[in-house]
């Protein structure tokens, strides 16, 4: 192997996923007092090798492991004493992983969640990270790379509904446990520069109703929002109330026919159950409800939601300005 100093300990032996000739060979020479990385790679069923990890790619930390994507061909993981790194060119050029805070540690193995099309990476003294779904880096081809701008496809999200009446921990505030991913569904998108305006992303139902406005970021690059599966808040009529009382009730999109204003979920049956229990509670018909008094927030919010259903996304639009 050429440039390879002889005696060289092999720490990593990768067989390819795509080709059968393929394989990829890791050294570590750290206790050599070497600290460069040193990958390769053969296509030929190992008689001729090729160097694929380098410091003269920028790659810093003697290497542990070299993965190959799951879904792109030309997707490369490297996880080395220093770091993660990532290349979409199949090992020509690499760049470092620094997304989400990713800490500057031992990376030992690398693995791709399939349901999920996470990215799970395995560190010394850092724990376990979870890199939420690398679409974004699999469809990251020489096509986007040259549009001004390009939406990712948008991974299936879930509503979770949490009952706080069915935990029963009393261990205090030390958690031994990482992070949950944020609520909802990510937006990845792609920009060739930055513009100069903001970027806005609509989001529509089944329909082509729009359900949600936001504003994303407008970095060059590779850009993610997350969206909660909730719609645009409605117009409110808010009577004076408590200080520090928030009068927002968020609302949850459904399915296409079922998805209701405030004002059609304050129908007769609605005004029946909330009359029966809270005599404060009045339901307007038209487009701006009063709220008076915590109680009948609750009870309208709680009775509202109950009748929704899970959302579906059909589509989603980015305009940058």
């Known amino acids: 192997m050429k440039g390879l100093p002889p005696a060289s300990w092999v720490s990593w032996i990768e067989a390819s996923r795509w080709d059968a000739g393929t394989a990829y060979a890791v050294f570590d020479r750290h206790t050599f007092g070497d600290f460069a990385p040193y990958a390769y790679r053969t296509t030929d069923y190992g008689k001729t090798w090729t160097r694929v990890v380098s410091p003269a790619q920028g790659v810093r930390g003697y290497a542990h492991v070299v993965r190959e994507d799951t879904v792109a061909k030309s997707l490369l993981f490297a996880g080395t004493e220093l770091g993660l790194w990532i290349s979409t060119d199949a090992g020509k050029t690499w760049a470092e992983f620094k997304g989400g805070d990713f800490p500057s540690a031992a990376v030992r193995d690398i693995q791709i969640q399939g349901r999920d099309n996470d990215l799970v990476v395995a560190t010394h003294g850092r724990g376990i990270w979870i890199v939420d779904d690398i679409t974004p880096l699999q469809q990251l081809d020489e096509k986007t790379l040259a549009s001004d701008a390009h939406l990712f496809e948008v991974r299936p999200g879930t509503q979770w509904l949490n009952d706080i009446s069915l935990s029963r921990y009393a261990g205090g505030s030390k958690y031994f446990r990482g992070e949950n991913p944020p609520p909802g569904t990510a937006i990845s998108y792609y920009l060739k520069s930055a513009p100069s305006g903001d970027v806005k992303i609509t989001i529509s139902d089944i329909t082509g109703k729009v359900v949600r406005n936001l504003t994303a970021t ?32 968020p609302a949850v999109p459904g399915q296409a026919g079922q998805r209701r204003a405030l004002r059609e979920a304050a129908d007769a049956q609605l005004r029946g159950r909330c009359a ?20 009948a927030w609750l009870c309208l919010c709680f009775l509202w939601i109950s009748r929704m259903r899970p959302p579906v996304l059909s589509r989603v639009r980015v305009d940058a300005a």
């Open 218 to 249: 407008k970095e060059a690059g590779v850009n993610r929002v997350m969206w909660n599966l909730r719609a645009d808040p409605p117009r409110l009529n808010v009577r004076p109330g408590p200080p520090g009382a928030n009068p927002e009730i």
């Open 276 to 295: 029966a229990v809270f005599a404060d509670a009045e339901c307007m018909n038209n487009e701006l409800i009063p709220i008076i008094g915590s109680a």
